[in-house]
């Protein structure tokens, strides 16, 4: 599968906002939006009029980055909102999105940033419900309990955790940090999501297809 190698803090400056891609750095004086807000590149600072369809491009490459995804699977994620009832779409698919193993493992804090709460699903240091659970990109349910395996207890950001939790947990999920263990207790709402998105030009693009 095609991967993003480049510097991710190029990615927060084409997007002009933090898409909190590298963990703590992100909240301090190091953070790439703070020291250099222009796009990168050698016309970064030049003032251009961006279209509609520019803007709805640039809305749904945010989010898409922000969570980490390739194009494929984000418009096959876009799709499975389109088919949930009794929300908007836009909000349907910022919910699938914070359902996602890697995330909630982020929101956990079961990572420093959603990559590296990844790599951790990937390499088999995470439980759903006990059981082992390898593929990042898996839908979980409310009632679902995240853990860190037995084996894995000992890296170096799960044992931080529990010292204290290093940022705050969402009210959708419940923590205990002693345990390592995470519980699903309702969907996320759309005041829940402290990303700066805004998920009706996803859908306008999307629309436009």
């Known amino acids: 599968m095609a991967k993003y190698t480049d510097s991710v803090c190029r990615l927060c400056r084409r997007e002009g906002a933090k898409l909190f891609l590298k963990g703590d ?10 020291k250099r807000p222009s796009p990168p590149g050698q016309h970064g600072q030049s003032r251009k009029k961006v279209s509609e369809y520019g803007m709805q491009l640039r809305e749904k490459q945010k989010m898409r980055r922000a969570y980490g995804m390739l194009e494929k699977q984000f418009a096959a994620t876009f799709e499975r909102a389109t088919r949930v009832r009794g929300i908007p779409t836009g909000e349907a698919l910022l919910q699938l999105l914070e359902m996602r193993l890697d995330n909630v493992a982020y929101r956990l804090g079961f990572g420093a940033s959603r990559a590296q709460a990844r790599q951790f699903v990937t390499h088999n ?24 395996a037995p084996g894995s207890r000992d890296i170096e950001v799960l044992k931080a ?6 940022h705050t947990v969402p009210k959708w999920l419940e923590l205990n940090a002693d345990a390592l263990e995470g519980k699903i207790l309702q969907k996320p709402e759309r005041s829940d999501i402290d990303l700066t998105l805004s998920e009706h030009l996803v859908v306008e693009y999307y629309s436009k297809r």
Request: net charge positive; glycine share 12%.
């Open 125 to 148: 240091h995470i439980l759903v419900n006990g059981k082992k659970a390898n593929i990042a990109s898996i839908t979980l349910k409310v009632g679902d309990v995240v853990s860190v």
């Open 25 to 34: 750095r992100c909240y301090g004086p190091k953070c790439a939006i703070g």
């Open 161 to 166: 955790l529990r010292e204290g939790p290093t």
